[in-house]
């Protein structure tokens, strides 16, 4: 039985500066390496065959320490179709001053809908779109294999991933919550996922700029 732990990177500086990242290269703060430390001690029980990340330091450090903490060393991935999707003229900006100047609607609509990109940016399918084959044609046979495979990446890159193993709507998924160092496990029967949970971890911040941390405690996706 192969199992995926999927896991967004711990908090960014620019997550507590409530700034649009996407591609953007910015270092975990403390407590983001704080909260992959507890997220490796949750993990203790899993052994990983290998590792996929993308090429953004938030994420591979995420990855960097949960492996350390473990005395682990897998082999590990690095891509960038596991990457952030790209906030195009929507970097660097706060979201706060942002919706007041453009108004709730308009940065929402560029943020959270699935198909519409923000000015030189990418939209969710996009993202989808270079993330979901790369999951299939490198992840999944380890997985179909009954391998252990960890993934570090991020919410956009995370959420297509979760989107086709669970069989949700586009919808849905632009409102899918999935909390900073919050461990998701996938079971796999061959190809065929067959249970996933969330893993609450005591302690780690799940909230980025705008995640719901009652949606991590509550256990759904």
Request: with cysteine.
């Amino acid at each position: 039985m192969g199992t995926l732990i999927a896991i967004r990177h711990g908090q960014s500086q620019w997550n507590l500066e409530n700034r649009f990242t996407g591609w953007t290269d910015v270092p975990l703060t403390e407590r983001g390496g704080a909260d992959a430390a507890l997220a490796a001690a949750a993990l203790k029980n899993f052994t990983f065959d290998i590792a996929f990340t993308s090429r953004l330091e938030r994420a591979t450090g995420t990855l960097d320490i949960i492996l350390k903490e473990l005395g682990q060393t897998p082999e590990v991935i690095h891509d960038s179709a596991l990457n952030e999707r790209h906030y195009g003229d929507l970097q660097g900006l706060n979201k706060a001053e942002t919706v007041e100047k453009h108004g709730k609607e308009q940065v929402q609509l560029r943020r959270r809908s699935f198909a519409t990109r923000p000015p030189n940016g990418e939209s969710m399918q996009d993202c989808e779109e270079r993330t979901w084959p790369f999951f299939q044609q490198y992840i999944l046979p380890h997985l179909a294999a009954g391998k252990t495979v960890i993934v570090a990446a991020h919410g956009n890159s995370l959420r297509p991933i979760v989107k086709n193993l669970e069989g949700l709507t586009p919808d849905v998924t632009a409102a899918l919550e999935i909390g900073l160092c919050t461990p998701y496990i996938y079971k796999f029967d061959g190809e065929k996922m067959i249970s996933h949970e969330i893993m609450h971890v005591e302690g780690i911040v799940t909230k980025g700029a705008s995640l719901k941390e009652s949606k991590v405690e509550e256990g759904t996706v």
